[in-house]
């Protein structure tokens, strides 16, 4: 099992091999952490979400799926592009909050990353509350299997969040 981290800080700054985004379906980028990795990426990440929006993606990526690029000045190797249910839209089934974590971790094994870096998806302008976000989260890095992970390590932004995965990681 890999070990858990709970930290506070900007995900744009982590070294690590990979790096989760809290994508939109369209892949073209948007606000919050989105924008942040976008502006700290560069022009080459929106070139290679382009393109997979021409190829594997014409409508866009679905809710609770994820798909990896890579992160074009980032210090992490790739980013592993995610889209967690908006609550605004009715999307409030947990399975959907579970699955984008569990698929962000199931491509991080399939490229090869042996640390990965994830934000608290979901908990922003999609409108889900950060204590519910955390133990999703939290349960299903505890679930996970994977031959190649050694860290998981959720990066928070902002006291409130940080202190409700802090929370959830004690329980
Ligand atoms: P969503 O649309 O999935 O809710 P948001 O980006 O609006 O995504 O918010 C998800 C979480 O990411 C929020 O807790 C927000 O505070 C956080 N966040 C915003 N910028 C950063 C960043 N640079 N590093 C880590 N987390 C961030």
Do not use: K
């Not at 249910?85 to 089934?93: K, L």
Request: proline share 5%.
């Amino acid at each position: 099992m890999a070990d858990i981290e709970i930290v506070e800080g900007d995900i744009t700054r982590q070294e690590v091999d990979a790096i989760v985004n809290a994508a939109n379906s369209t892949l073209l980028g948007g606000g919050g952490v989105d924008g942040a990795i976008h502006a700290a990426a560069g022009p080459a990440l929106l070139a290679e979400c382009r393109q997979l929006r021409a190829t594997r993606y014409p409508d866009g990526l679905p809710v609770g799926e994820a798909v990896a690029t890579g992160a074009g000045e980032l210090p992490a190797r790739w980013v592993i592009h995610t889209v967690g249910p908006n609550r605004h839209a009715g999307q409030v089934d947990p399975e959907l909050l579970a699955s984008a974590f569990r698929t962000s971790l199931g491509e991080a094994e399939r490229i090869g990353a042996t640390s990965v870096a994830l934000p608290a998806v979901s908990a922003g302008v999609y409108g889900w509350d950060r204590d519910t976000v955390a133990r999703i989260a939290i349960d299903t890095a505890r679930a996970h299997r994977g031959p190649q992970l050694r860290t998981v390590r959720f990066v928070l932004f902002g006291p409130a969040v940080f202190a409700a995965f802090d929370e959830a990681a004690r329980a």
